[in-house]
């Protein structure tokens, strides 16, 4: 049996990638070192895949920043406003990337949105009725032939035409189906050029077949590769698809010419019983995701050798692959110096993924695998009791009762009290939590972690950050401040740390968007809170003002979705026992005169399933519990908001505001605002205060550009129940734009304030 890699991370085993290209960024170092750090670190990638003999491995699965974006930018995908800065390639597409602002002009990013259900984030391309898609570049080739002359075969890898339109944002009238006459013909040349230069296997990604589809996009799938198909040469297409099922459309799948066929068999829960019932064609390769490229557990061989050999009943070629890309998991255990054996027998990450392959692909051919010695070493550590169990935590969670996730009393009856006690002005202007962490709050943690400085000496740098952070929100005249979050650099880690059951890593750094890399915590056991978190943070810095300062807590949905969770209990369970840890740091806060409490919900759709039907079964049945069981011991006027990186919850908008939480902020500014017309037409009970700016950039809106958005938001939300705020931290912000951005905030607030309050 041979193996197959969908993609392999990019960022460097120690983040070089994200290092350089900030240098770069900041005018350090020049394209050309740039470069040259991207190369080294492709060879290094290529190497471990050919160290541990994976036969199918892919290029062109690196990224200066992301995937789809460079498709864009191949396809000459590129909006006109970054054309007319007339910059470089690469400063083109990075401003398409990051935005841009300077002498050659002022333009925002493109819209950025979570990759299906990872935390990945990719670029959303942009396609206007005048755009001519075709192919421009050539990274596709030269990456091929980079590996190429390292001694390598390597299968190119691109998002396929179909995913890629079904992605993009379209900017007229015109729609996907409008450019298929060109993608076709672009995805022929780029076959062509392939085809020249010997490529054996291509493969296209496209993971937008195991979201539900319509007829129609499943004749626009098929029309554009029975076309594209005709024209491969000598290549064989790889159709490759992960995150999910592809029940929909396996029969038309099957139909078509293609050499290989990829399926995820792990969450692709559907894909097994598909082959069966439809068989699968002979003349293809069936490219079999049996290995979890997600999750970062030891592989149980056991599971992955008896569905390969339930497949091979129907399939005649099988390649063991892994599930997705490889992109979601960190780089290698070796970096992990601290991990007590015990615990870090239990994990594999990219590498030792590699390494697990290349032991199924042995075990394969073996005629009795049971008796190998890999195998039972393998089921041993699989099967062993783990460490960390807590039968108190156990009961608890099963204890619970209907009243301990119901708020009283109704929230109308609690907002017209939380009005009365906190004398707010209308459009109260507010933050999402984190300042920027400067040089100099970073270098106090790692000061810290280092052992440099005590905890004491650390707590007095944090509490002089704080202090320094509520008179300068005094100062710009914000009305409920914040305390700027210095003690943590990671909304889940930092609780995490505070939890039992948590295991940390050094090194397991999993790109998120861009530069921008998460370090996952890993569930390992049952999870209670050790002791208080954040209250005295958020009661030294209530105790400096007089203004109301928010409490600033990650909600258990959040928690577990940022973190590797466990696979021998359920993801319920999980976000219960979180979810009575947060509640005891919730009450705390209340007790310790906190009043207004935010619980981060950053991450709640991050999970959702990503087929419809499987919403209410499984995730959004105890992830709106989950957030209600944090808050319903509060008091009635203790205010709760909560805070969504993402502003596209129209088809669950009931559910978020079954949340019950008084409050909810969240992204609105980068993607379009149909989310107004939800809330309108919902009647949300819940405050909105929808984000007005764009934090992930740092451009600088103007006050005139903040009031024109308020004014709009007002056409949709009513004015009693606004909040004006950023769309979301401002913890990867420099100082000089946060303030200047802040200080036009509340100029704007103040302006559509009193325009307000005239009529
Ligand atoms: N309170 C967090 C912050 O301000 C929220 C971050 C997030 O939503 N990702 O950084
Ligand atoms: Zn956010």
Same mark, same amino acid.
């Given at each position: ?93 990075? &401003? ?14 493109? &819209? ?63 729609? &996907? ?79 078509? &010419? ?267 056991? =049952? ?149 107004? =017309? ?82």
């Amino acid at each position: 049996m041979v193996s197959a890699v969908i993609g392999f991370p990019r960022v460097g085993k120690q983040r070089e990638l994200k290092f350089a290209s900030e240098k770069y960024f900041r005018g350090e170092i020049n394209k050309q070192e740039l470069e040259k750090i991207a190369i080294e670190l492709r060879k290094e990638h290529f190497i471990y895949q050919k160290e541990q003999g994976i036969t199918y491995i892919s290029s062109n699965d690196f990224s200066y920043y992301d995937g789809i974006l460079d498709t864009a930018v191949l396809l000459n995908v590129v909006p006109e406003c970054y054309r007319a800065l007339k910059l470089n390639e690469l400063d083109t597409y990075f &401003a398409m990337a990051r935005g841009y602002q300077g002498a050659e002009g002022d333009v925002k990013a493109l &819209a950025m949105k979570k990759w299906f259900n990872t935390n990945y984030h990719y670029m959303v391309p942009e396609i206007s009725d005048d755009m001519k898609i075709e192919l421009v570049g050539d990274k596709p080739f030269v990456l091929y032939q980079e590996a190429k002359e390292l001694g390598l075969e390597t299968k190119p890898v691109i998002i396929g035409p179909f995913t890629f339109l079904k992605l993009a944002k379209y900017q007229g009238t015109k729609k &996907a189906k409008d450019f298929a006459e060109d993608m076709i013909n672009a995805y022929s040349q780029l076959l062509e050029g392939f085809h020249k230069l010997g490529v054996k296997w291509v493969q296209f990604d496209e993971p937008i077949l195991v979201t539900d589809l319509t007829g129609e996009d499943i004749e626009l799938f098929e029309q554009i590769y029975q076309r594209l198909l005709k024209r491969k040469g000598n290549c064989k297409i790889l159709l490759q698809t992960y995150f999910g099922d592809v029940r929909d459309c396996y029969s038309n799948i099957i139909g078509i &010419a293609f050499d290989g066929i990829g399926l995820d068999f792990l969450e692709g829960k559907k894909n097994l019983e598909l082959v069966k019932q439809n068989g699968f064609p002979k003349d293809k390769i069936l490219f079999a995701g049996l290995l979890n490229g997600k999750n970062i557990w030891k592989c149980n061989y056991k599971n992955v050798l008896e569905i390969k050999k339930e497949l091979q009943e129907y399939a005649e070629q099988i390649v063991l692959s892994t599930s997705c890309s490889l992109l979601h998991v960190p780089y290698t255990l070796d970096s992990e110096t601290k991990l007590e054996q015990e615990v870090k027998q239990h994990f594999a990450f990219a590498v030792e993924k590699l390494a697990e392959m290349k032991e199924l692909c042995y075990l394969a051919e073996s005629s009795d695998y049971t008796k190998e010695q890999v195998y039972l070493d393998n089921q041993q550590i699989c099967e062993s009791e783990r460490k960390y169990q807590d039968k108190e935590v156990q009961k608890k969670t099963a204890l619970l009762e209907e009243k301990d996730f119901t708020r009283l009393p109704k929230r109308a009856e609690r907002q017209e009290l939380q009005k009365k006690v906190y004398h707010l002005p209308l459009f109260p202007t507010t933050t999402i939590g984190s300042f920027p962490q400067t040089q100099e709050v970073k270098k106090n943690r790692s000061s810290y972690r280092k052992g440099e400085i005590d905890k004491v000496a650390y707590d007095k740098k944090v509490f002089e950050l704080i202090h320094d952070c509520i008179r300068k929100q005094e100062e710009l005249g914000i009305d409920v401040l914040v305390h700027g979050e210095y003690e943590r650099n990671d909304m889940v880690e930092f609780f995490g740390e505070n939890l039992a059951g948590y295991i940390f890593t050094e090194k397991a750094w999993v790109q998120s968007y861009g530069t921008r890399c998460v370090k996952p915590p890993i569930i390992f056991g =049952d999870v209670k809170r050790i002791r208080p978190i954040t209250v005295a943070y958020s009661s030294y810095a209530q105790s400096l003002t007089d203004k109301q300062v928010k409490g600033m807590l990650t909600g258990p949905v959040t928690i577990l979705n940022w973190s590797f969770p466990r696979e021998d209990i359920s993801l319920k369970e999980m976000a219960y026992q979180i979810g009575i840890a947060i509640r005891e740091e919730v009450l705390d806060l209340e007790e310790a005169g906190i009043n207004i409490i935010q619980i981060d919900e950053a991450a709640l759709k991050e999970k959702m399933p990503i087929r419809k039907s499987d919403w209410y079964s499984g995730y959004l049945d105890w992830a709106i519990p989950a957030f209600r069981l944090c808050h319903s011991g509060v008091r009635p006027e203790t205010q709760i908001h909560t805070h969504m990186c993402y502003s596209e919850f129209e088809e669950i908008i009931r559910d978020i505001d079954n949340m019950d939480a008084d409050v909810i902020s969240f992204e609105a500014s980068r993607s379009k605002l149909t989310i107004l =017309d939800a809330i309108k037409d919902s009647e949300f009970e819940t405050e909105v205060g929808p984000g007005i700016y764009d934090i992930h950039s740092p451009r600088v809106p103007s006050v005139e550009e903040l009031e024109e958005v308020l004014k709009k938001l007002l056409t949709k939300i009513d004015k009693d129940k606004l909040w004006v705020n950023p769309d979301c931290g401002l913890k990867t912000r420099g100082i000089a734009e946060t303030e200047a951005s802040l200080k036009n905030l509340v100029e704007a607030a103040k302006i559509v304030r009193e325009k307000a309050e005239k009529c």
